[in-house]
């Protein structure tokens, strides 16, 4: 399926896990692709990746959390590619504790990133998507998706900073398909459940087992799961759902 043909995407924290997946479906489904890690040589292996599926990659460093610099990037892409048509912001961070110890640098850092950092990049590229125009000169605008998580809707004890950026996302996600919609930007979420991932390896057994509790599906969840969502999102499939929250999590919650 080459519905993203002619397409260009930029996805953050594309370096590995859910975002080097989202990058190498998007790639399969003929978009161009901007992989922006906080070291370019970070996104070596997705650059293989995007370059493997046949489409043309451009690895950037970037800060999601650095205003100076996400501009920066936005910049880059233009000049090699033209034009920025898909923004997949993925990059995101944990700092887990117990809020009543939690520092302030823990709270601040993953607001930054998470929270912050989807800001700027849809900010930066607000204005790009308005200038995008289908070939009869109609706004062909563009399409931003945001990772969410369930514990952005749930709460969870232990996340206060990180469901709070989830929380906030999501609000954020919300206010941006009102915003930009009259100039056919679509903005939606994908709320993953539990994702194997580098940032899931590292709970034990018995949180696994309790998570695993919860899945009606009886499996937690693949990179894959996600970025499929994401690429249906940002298809034209997918041309009349803005403000969406759209949980793929093996039916956590209800
Ligand atoms: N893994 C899960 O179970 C799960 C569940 C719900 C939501 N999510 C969300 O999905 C997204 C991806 O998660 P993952 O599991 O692939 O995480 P991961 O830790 O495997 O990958 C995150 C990537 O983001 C990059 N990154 C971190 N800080 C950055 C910054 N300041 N600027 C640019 N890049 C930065 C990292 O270098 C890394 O490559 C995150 O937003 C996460 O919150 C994951």
Do not use: H
């Not at 920066?72 to 990059?91: L, P, S, T």
């Not at 809020?99 to 850092?109: G, P």
């Not at 979420?189 to 009886?218: C, H, N, R, W």
Request: aromatic share 4%; charged share 20%.
């Amino acid at each position: 399926m080459k519905n993203l043909e002619g397409k260009v995407a930029i996805v953050t924290g594309a370096g590995r896990g859910i975002g080097q997946q989202i990058a190498k479906v998007l790639a399969e489904r003929g978009a161009k692709v901007a992989v922006v890690d906080l070291k370019p040589e970070w996104c070596a292996e997705t650059v293989g990746i995007v370059e493997a599926a046949g489409s043309e990659v451009l690895a950037l460093g970037c800060n999601v959390a650095v205003s100076a610099e996400v501009d920066a990037c936005v910049k880059d892409v233009i000049a090699k590619f033209g034009k920025v048509d898909i923004m997949v912001n993925n990059a995101g961070i944990t700092k887990d504790g117990l809020l009543m110890r939690m520092s302030d640098e823990d709270w601040d850092a993953v607001i930054d990133v998470n929270l912050k950092g989807t800001f700027l990049f849809t900010r930066a590229v607000a204005r790009p998507m308005m200038k995008n125009k289908n070939a009869d000169g109609t706004a062909a605008g563009g399409s931003i998706v945001n990772l969410a998580s369930v514990v952005g809707i749930m709460g969870n004890a232990g996340q206060a900073n990180y469901t709070a950026s989830k929380g906030g996302v999501i609000a954020l996600t919300k206010t941006t398909a009102k915003e930009l919609g009259s100039r056919n930007i679509r903005c939606n979420a994908v709320a993953p459940g539990f994702i194997q991932s580098k940032m899931t390896d590292v709970l034990s057994d018995e949180v696994k087992k309790a998570y695993m509790d919860t899945i009606p599906l009886k499996r937690f969840g693949t990179a894959l799961d996600i970025a499929k969502c994401v690429a249906f999102l940002v298809s034209p499939e997918a041309e009349y759902i803005t403000g969406q929250i759209i949980s793929v999590n093996g039916g956590m919650i209800g």
